[in-house]
C-alpha cells in the first residue's frame, strides 16, 4: 500500500494556527509534526508492513514523512521537481542523509510529466505523487492553512478519487 503526504514547508506557522498556539522554535514544531504523522500511520495502518511512503523533498512535513520512513524501515518514494541537484537548495534540511537511504527510489519530475505540460515542476510533481498513490493508498494532509501546494495535491488527490486522511 502505497501512502503519499502533503504538507506544510512552515510546519511552526502551521501547528500556531491551530492548536499549538505557544510553539517557540522550529524543533519543537519537528517534534509534533513527526509524532502526529506517526500516531496517524499507526492508527490508519496498524498493520503497516507493507506501506510505501512518497515525499515530495520539500522541507517541514514532507521531510519529516521521509524521515519517517527511514525510521520505519519503509521503502521511500521520493518525487523531485526538476532535478535532485537542482531541488537540493531548496529542498529538506537533511537533504542527502535522505538520498542516501539505502530503500529510496528517486523519481525526478519534469514540467512536460506523464506527456503532459504543467506550469512548473512543482505542479507535475504532486501529480506524480498521487498517481502513485494504488488503490488501496491514501494521501496523508498535514493542512492547517491554505497553501498552494498543499491545496493543489488535494484537489489532484480528490480529482483521482484518492482517499484522503487531513490531520
Not at 32 to 51: A, D, H, M, Q, R
Not at 53 to 78: N, P, T, W, Y
Not at 82 to 98: C, F, N, T, V
Not at 118 to 128: K, L, S, T, V
Request: aromatic share 8%; charged share 30%; hydrophobic share 40%.
Amino acid at each position: 500500500m502505497t501512502i503519499a503526504l502533503t504538507g506544510h514547508v512552515k510546519i511552526k506557522k502551521a501547528l500556531q494556527l491551530s492548536t499549538y498556539p505557544n510553539i517557540t522554535t522550529d524543533k519543537e514544531a519537528f517534534e509534533i509534526v513527526e509524532k502526529l504523522i506517526i500516531n496517524t500511520i499507526n492508527k490508519n495502518f496498524p498493520n503497516n508492513e507493507n506501506l510505501v511512503f512518497v515525499s515530495s523533498m520539500a522541507k517541514g512535513a514532507d521531510e519529516i514523512f521521509a524521515l519517517i520512513a527511514m525510521k520505519m524501515k519503509k521503502k521511500l518514494i521520493c518525487c523531485i521537481p526538476h532535478s535532485a541537484s537542482w531541488h537540493r537548495s531548496k529542498g529538506a534540511e537533511k537533504y542527502d542523509e535522505i538520498l542516501n537511504y539505502e530503500n529510496i527510489q528517486i523519481k525526478e519530475i519534469k514540467k512536460d510529466y506523464n506527456k503532459q505540460k504543467f506550469p512548473n515542476g512543482y505542479f507535475a510533481r504532486n501529480q506524480a505523487m498521487i498517481d502513485l498513490i494504488d488503490e488501496d493508498g491514501v494521501l496523508l494532509a498535514f493542512h492547517r492553512y491554505d497553501s498552494s501546494g498543499v491545496m493543489d495535491t488535494l484537489r489532484r488527490a480528490k480529482k483521482a478519487n484518492k482517499k484522503i486522511i487531513e490531520f
